[in-house]
């Protein structure tokens, strides 16, 4: 399927390239979080040609800015130059994007297990806080904001692993992902709210001091049924 050789202005900046990025940015900076917000928005898809002379008229700078940007965008994995096409935003290995959520899946699931004897209360409540806060946003539903919060929760719960190894692992292995696909959930946004009721059942586990073994299969099976969700939405 042919993609747009052109960006779409929807939802576009003003000139001068205002965008979410810090007060005080350069051009440079602006362009970058322009660019970068389109792709997490799945608005510019894998294989979406950039096409920087169009991006700086769009917002009103010149190419170099818009050139550091996607200098900066390729170095994050984000973008990728095809020799007589340009910049176009990096398309996703599906088998090595499978691979790296069946992997985090393991390694979270004992990095969690690991980490109970060392959770206290105030661990556990900021967890709850923090689902609580991603069955809020489920109406008004962002992808990369819940993918966020649902990193967060997680780290919550393991970040007291008491092997650096496995969490460097873990750490590891979302740092992949990111640079693979920002957010699973904007492909599948109806897995978003089992995702919530399975991190409830998680909660409940923990607090009621169920084997480990148990707390580290139920981490495991959350990462998978999103892994399943996203094949069946691929048709794999």
């Excluded at 991006?55 to 700078?61: D, N, S, T």
Aim: net charge negative.
């Amino acid at each position: 399927m042919a993609e747009p050789t052109t960006p779409t202005t929807a939802g576009a900046p003003p000139a001068g390239g205002a965008t979410s990025a810090p007060v005080g940015a350069s051009k440079s900076q602006r362009t970058y979080h322009w660019i970068r917000e389109r792709i997490d928005r799945q608005e510019f898809v894998p294989g979406y040609r950039l096409v920087l002379g169009t991006i700086a008229e769009e917002l009103g700078v010149s190419v170099v800015p818009v050139r550091e940007a996607v200098r900066r965008l390729e170095a994050e994995g984000l973008v990728e130059f095809e020799k007589n096409v340009g910049a176009r935003v990096a398309m996703v290995d599906e088998a090595d994007y499978l691979h790296s959520m069946e992997t985090l899946g393991v390694l979270e699931g004992t990095a969690t297990a690991l980490s109970l004897p060392h959770l206290g209360a105030e661990e556990v409540e900021r967890a709850q806080r923090l689902n609580d806060r991603m069955r809020s946003v489920l109406d008004e539903f962002d992808p990369g904001e819940f993918t966020a919060l649902n990193h967060e929760f997680h780290d919550v719960l393991h970040l007291r692993c008491p092997n650096p190894h496995l969490e460097e692992l873990v750490q590891r292995e979302w740092t992949r992902l990111a640079r693979l696909r920002r957010s699973t959930f904007a492909f599948v946004p109806d897995r978003a709210p089992e995702s919530v009721a399975e991190h409830d059942e998680i909660l409940r586990l923990i607090r009621t001091e169920a084997d480990a073994l148990d707390v580290e299969l139920a981490v495991r099976r959350h990462r998978w049924r999103t892994i399943d969700a996203y094949r069946r939405h691929r048709g794999a």
